[in-house]
């Protein structure tokens, strides 16, 4: 390893240490969080989500929120209402990267321990996240310039590879997760940006 490796190595191992103070933080937080404030920011979500449903696209992909993540299950139920396409993510083995189609309120399942709930449909390919005009993505925070710190699995940035190009990327986070300063989260090279975010305080285009 030449001296250039090492220092790389040595700034990657600080950025992943700040993630990993940073995840400890924010997930604290969340375990706070009483049952009605997780409610009251579902039903916020979903009504600060009114730009997102009024966009055209024909299919969405967002997540089954765990572990008190914010609950964005009033957007898949409202888009599959509206006659959309609702993509959620069903874990294939060793964690491959699929999808399956949502057929409305209660359609998930649980698959194998130790999983979310998902889809009981036919298992999708990851790149049916091609033709998905919006994507609505958990998170811990995001900042201004639109970094995304994850659970630290890197899940969501692998599927990202496959996204549209002119595809809305929006995180959710509750809205004291939301660092509105550009760069205000260490980021690694490896990192996806997210152009939107919804919070129960509203939505907001990110650069």
Same mark, same amino acid.
């Given at each position: 390893?030449?001296?250039?490796?090492?220092?790389?190595a040595?700034?990657?191992?600080?950025?992943?240490?700040?993630?990993?103070?940073?995840?400890?933080?924010?997930?604290?937080?969340r375990?706070?969080?009483?049952?009605?404030?997780?409610?009251?920011?579902?039903?916020?979500? @979903?009504?600060?989500?009114?730009?997102?449903?009024?966009?055209?696209d024909?299919?969405?992909?967002? =997540?089954?929120?765990?572990?008190?993540?914010?609950?964005?299950?009033?957007?898949?139920?409202?888009?599959?209402?509206?006659?959309?396409?609702? @993509?959620?993510?069903?874990?294939?083995?060793?964690?491959?990267?699929?999808?399956?189609? =949502?057929?409305?309120?209660?359609? @998930?399942?649980?698959?194998?321990?130790?999983?979310?709930?998902?889809?009981?449909?036919?298992?999708?390919s990851?790149?049916?996240?091609?033709?998905?005009?919006?994507?609505i993505?958990?998170?811990?925070?995001?900042?201004?310039?639109?970094?995304?710190?994850?659970?630290?699995?890197?899940? =969501?940035?692998?599927?990202l590879?496959?996204?549209?190009?002119?595809?809305?990327?929006?995180?959710?986070? =509750?809205?004291?997760?939301?660092?509105?300063?550009?760069?205000?989260?260490?980021?690694?090279?490896?990192?996806?940006?997210?152009?939107?975010?919804?919070?129960?305080?509203?939505?907001?285009?990110?650069?």
């Amino acid at each position: 390893m030449n001296k250039e490796q090492s220092f790389d190595a040595v700034v990657e191992e600080d950025i992943e240490d700040k993630k990993a103070a940073l995840r400890a933080k924010v997930r604290a937080c969340r375990k706070k969080l009483t049952s009605q404030a997780r409610k009251e920011a579902a039903k916020n979500i @979903l009504d600060a989500a009114a730009p997102v449903l009024e966009r055209e696209d024909e299919t969405i992909a967002s =997540y089954v929120p765990v572990n008190a993540e914010p609950d964005v299950m009033g957007i898949a139920n409202e888009a599959f209402r509206q006659g959309k396409e609702v @993509l959620l993510p069903r874990l294939g083995p060793k964690l491959s990267r699929t999808w399956a189609l =949502y057929r409305g309120p209660g359609d @998930l399942q649980v698959h194998a321990p130790g999983r979310p709930p998902a889809p009981s449909g036919e298992i999708l390919s990851p790149d049916v996240i091609s033709r998905a005009g919006l994507l609505i993505l958990p998170a811990l925070s995001i900042d201004r310039s639109g970094n995304r710190l994850g659970q630290g699995g890197g899940w =969501y940035d692998h599927i990202l590879e496959n996204a549209s190009a002119d595809a809305c990327i929006c995180a959710v986070v =509750y809205t004291s997760e939301f660092l509105d300063a550009e760069n205000a989260l260490p980021i690694a090279p490896h990192d996806k940006k997210v152009n939107a975010v919804l919070t129960p305080a509203g939505f907001l285009y990110l650069n």
